[in-house]
């Protein structure tokens, strides 16, 4: 039986989870191993239920339904789905201000 969804990730993503796994390594590289499948695996069911994710809080509060997230402690894994795709578009820490971040992110564009 195939997945429903084929989960894509955004470069900005992989940065993302890149640089999370970097930080972990610096002092467990075992731990970050650990982490990134962890991330990677739950992402991955995203194929079969992908409207199981929360909308995001801090952008519902301004009007915007379209991103979702899962939250892997104390990461948060940001998506939207389009179609028959679901695209993984942040993994940013939950301990960190999401506003600033997203804010930063477009400013940057």
């Known amino acids: 039986m195939s997945a429903g969804y084929r989960v894509l990730w955004t470069e900005v993503a992989e940065k993302d989870l890149r640089e999370v796994i970097a930080f972990i390594a610096a002092d467990n590289p075992q731990n ?12 991955a069911t995203l194929s079969t239920s992908p409207e199981r994710g929360r909308v ?4 519902h509060s301004c009007g ?12 948060r894994v940001l998506y939207r789905i389009a ?10 820490d939950s301990r960190r201000n ?8 477009l400013i940057q564009l």
């Open 98 to 105: 999401v506003e600033d971040i997203l804010l930063h992110r």
């Open 32 to 43: 970050a191993l650990s982490v990134l499948e962890k991330i990677r695996d739950k992402a």
């Open 56 to 59: 995001v809080p801090e952008l």
């Open 64 to 75: 915007i339904f379209v991103y979702r997230e899962l939250m892997i402690s104390p990461w």
């Open 83 to 92: 179609e028959h795709n679901v695209y993984v578009t942040a993994v940013l």
